[in-house]
């Protein structure tokens, strides 16, 4: 893993434990589901952040998100059922970080706890 790679898995590692301790609460409570939410946003983006790094340092051109998820599924770093999961956690960060309302938020609560567990999935198995 070259230098780059190896910061952005420094930032992204407490991010995601951040966004692991927020769910073993009661995120019914507004407070804590919006606390939730918000850690979501900002460990997702640096996933893929992450993610477009590690393909760049193995010489695999990337631009959007979704072509990061989608060349990282290419090249059988994850699998299509992670790679359609993690496009659909894009989607809900736009949904959550430029749309917020309410109802955005109660849909979007029930699915952070498996979301919270593929990324420790992938990121375990890619660099840990």
């Not at 910061?7 to 919006?34: M, N, T, Y």
């Not at 959550?96 to 498996?114: I, N, Q």
């Amino acid at each position: 893993m070259d230098l780059k790679t190896q910061k952005k898995l420094e930032i992204f590692l407490p991010a995601l434990e951040s966004f692991e301790a927020v769910l073993k609460k009661d995120i019914s409570d507004e407070f804590l589901r919006d606390s939730a939410i918000q850690r979501f946003e900002y460990t997702i983006e640096i996933f893929w952040k992450l993610l477009k790094s590690y393909l760049e340092s193995e010489d695999i051109e990337v631009s959007s998100p979704r072509d990061v998820i989608k060349k990282t599924c290419t090249f059988n770093y994850i699998t299509n059922a992670e790679s359609e999961l993690i496009l659909e956690m894009l989607s809900f960060r736009n949904q959550t970080s430029h749309d917020y309302a309410m109802s955005v938020a109660v849909s979007v609560s029930p699915k952070l706890k498996p979301f919270a567990q593929i990324l420790r999935i992938i990121i375990t198995r890619l660099f840990l």
